[in-house]
């Protein structure tokens, strides 16, 4: 491929991922969905305008430690700190839960695989994509509604929080263990090892940035130095840890989480990822996603993919939920509220796909499910609210 003809492909990339993207907020769908379908379109499953390359890869790599990097900014630890116990055991019921029904839905499908094997890692992992979740639909519906500085909206958003950060510390165990030369312990030994290291080099560069953020408010040098550190991070994590560059970056950003100028560091990382490397990163989601494969059964799998995913969201953090005494209907809301999905559950997948976890046809079950909980959550949650005000009325 000549060289310049990459200047090419970003342009179309950013071009149809911009327009589909807003067609999606019209149509009252996260944007990245848009994105998602821009790739497909554009990709050689459909018009062929753009062909997957190592140039692209490494673009839609750096978008997805970006975007990691930005999750972690957007930590608010005092309020993880606060809601504690409670939002706690609802995450790990709500990771649990899934985790469980996706590895049986794939063996439901493809037979039981025995422990250890390939199969078994590839089923474990549907449990993983299943895992995460993504709260900004529903806190938008909370808003609206005046609901999200109650007791039910700030559980919701506590518990995602700390359903995304164990299903990164899952998804580094189920990557460690998948390696043939990897044994239990050497897993469990270096995924310790690297949080220990984290939680001493964290501390340190903490202190660091607070002193610098408070000599130099609101310069370009701190996200520029918070950008390296993320890289960092993203290098070290991988490097001498085995762990995946997204949990490196996920751990650089709730480290500057709360310094002062946080969401300055925030707002200068969101310019580069929401104009170039977010939008190839989503578009290159749909430039894998191969539907010339997709077969009747693929489609079954990812029909029952989006049920076991919404279900087993509303069940296990409901369940829990209901033993931390909460009512019957908080307990819906709060099952609702965590079923939505969208950028950590592509980010999961698409490490799969790196891999050799997942192959591409099986994002279609990923997209579907994205889709699906976008649009019904809201929709859900306002009967939900709406049915409290006909009881109170009553």
């Excluded at 390296?228 to 560059?245: P, S």
């Excluded at 560091?265 to 894998?288: C, N, T, W």
């Amino acid at each position: 491929m000549e060289t310049y003809s990459i200047f090419k492909d970003l342009a179309i990339i950013i071009i149809f991922a911009k327009i589909f993207g807003i067609l999606a907020r019209k149509c009252k769908a996260p944007q990245v969905v848009g994105e998602i379908i821009a790739g497909l379109l554009i990709g050689p499953s459909l018009l062929g305008l753009v062909q997957q390359s190592d140039f692209l890869t490494r673009m839609a790599e750096i978008g997805v430690v970006l975007l990691m990097f930005s999750a972690g900014l957007e930590t608010n630890l005092k309020e993880l700190m606060k809601t504690g116990p409670v939002a706690f055991l609802i995450a790990c019921s709500g990771v649990f839960v899934p985790l469980l029904g996706g590895a049986l839905l794939y063996m439901g499908f493809y037979g039981a695989a025995p422990w250890g094997s390939e199969e078994f890692y590839k089923a474990v992992f549907m449990g993983v994509i299943m895992t995460a979740t993504s709260v900004s639909i529903t806190v938008q519906s909370l808003k609206e509604m005046g609901k999200l500085k109650g007791k039910v909206g700030t559980t919701i958003l506590s518990a995602a929080i700390i359903d995304d950060v164990i299903g990164i510390i899952v998804l580094t165990f189920v990557i460690g263990f998948k390696n043939p030369q990897s044994n239990p312990g050497s897993v469990v030994l270096s995924t310790v090892l690297f949080f220990i290291t984290a939680l001493v080099a964290g501390f340190i560069v903490y202190k660091v940035f607070k002193k610098l953020d408070e000599r130099y408010p609101h310069t370009q040098r701190i996200p520029i130095l918070g950008l390296a550190l993320c890289f960092f991070f993203a290098y070290a994590a991988e490097a001498y840890f085995g762990i995946a560059d997204i949990t490196g970056a996920y751990v650089a950003g709730i480290v500057l989480c709360s310094i002062r100028d946080s969401s300055y560091i925030d707002r200068k990382m969101e310019v580069s990822s929401y104009i170039i490397f977010g939008p190839v990163f989503f578009a290159s989601i749909g430039l894998k996603t191969s539907i010339n494969n997709v077969s009747i059964g693929i489609l079954l799998f990812s029909l029952g993919f989006v049920i076991v995913a919404l279900f087993t969201k509303i069940i296990g953090c409901g369940l829990m939920a209901k033993v931390c005494r909460f009512s019957y209907q908080d307990c819906l809301k709060i099952g609702v509220g965590m079923m939505t999905r969208g950028e950590v559950a592509l980010i999961v997948a698409q490490k799969g796909l790196s891999v050799g976890l997942l192959t591409p046809e099986y994002f279609t079950a990923v997209i579907l499910l994205i889709i699906v909980s976008s649009i019904s959550t809201p929709i859900i949650l306002k009967l939900l609210y709406a049915k409290d005000k006909e009881t109170a009325a009553a």
